[in-house]
């Protein structure tokens, strides 16, 4: 068994002992939101878990990304509840960027055997060698619409990125900027269900994901090439 093996069931077993204790802690929280007694109770109880509560849903997150075992919005939302829409987005880009250069940096130094020890071969091989990333002049392009575009495995394309032909501070501007609508908008959610505002995190979803649409739309109106297109027919 490889190191690699062995330290990813390392970070699955830690994942799922914090994610059941987060759990644990933060069910009884959840089914009080509906009362305003229960949401200042939640505050209160993030406030008392201190910098533990900042560590526990960086592991969360970093466990997230690099095991890629749920999407990500869960722990964005979670973000938006217990450090409010701002200060969420804040922490969720933060720790996306080092989570990102960590990932990216392993794969520049093992290579695509280090990546086939979390995705199937042949997914991989399929991906780099579709037409997309035939064409080195548009690789940043094609990666910025892969994170933009809602329900893309963006964490999986961390690790994809670093066996294209890209610089790895472009690569991480990229990605980072290009998570901010889905960032900023499960932060904004998680914020108003802790203020009570069920409606308005519903809205702000809406309004989001239909402003990405639309942008997506335009693209593919006049990239000749089809690019979006080409994207869905790969992912498949």
Request: net charge positive; charged share 20%; with cysteine.
């Amino acid at each position: 068994m490889s190191k690699t093996v062995v330290f990813k069931k390392i970070v699955s077993i830690i994942f799922i002992v914090l994610l059941i204790g987060l759990l644990i802690y933060l069910v009884p929280l959840f089914k009080e939101l509906l009362t305003e007694a229960g949401r200042e109770n939640f505050k209160q109880s993030i406030d008392d878990l201190g910098i533990f509560g900042i560590f526990l849903l960086f592991a969360l997150q970093f466990a997230q990304i690099f095991l890629v075992v749920i999407p990500g919005e869960p722990i964005e939302i979670l973000a938006g509840m217990c450090y409010g829409a701002v200060w969420g987005t804040l922490f969720v880009m933060i720790s996306s960027l080092l989570i990102s250069c960590f990932i990216f940096f392993l794969v520049r130094r093992f290579g695509r055997e280090f990546v086939y020890n979390f995705y199937k071969k042949d997914k991989v091989k399929k991906i780099l060698n579709s037409k997309l990333f035939k064409d080195t002049k548009r690789i940043e392009f094609i990666i910025l619409l892969l994170f933009l575009i809602p329900g893309t495995p963006k964490d999986l394309f961390v690790y994809l990125a670093a066996l294209l032909p890209i610089r790895p501070y472009r690569f991480i501007i990229i990605s980072t900027f290009a998570r901010f609508p889905s960032i900023i908008t499960s932060t904004l959610a998680g914020a108003n269900i802790v203020e009570g505002n069920f409606h308005t995190a519903l809205i702000l979803y809406g309004v989001i994901f239909a402003l990405v649409i639309i942008i997506i739309l335009i693209v593919n109106r006049y990239d000749k090439s089809k690019t979006t297109d080409e994207i869905m027919k790969t992912l498949k």
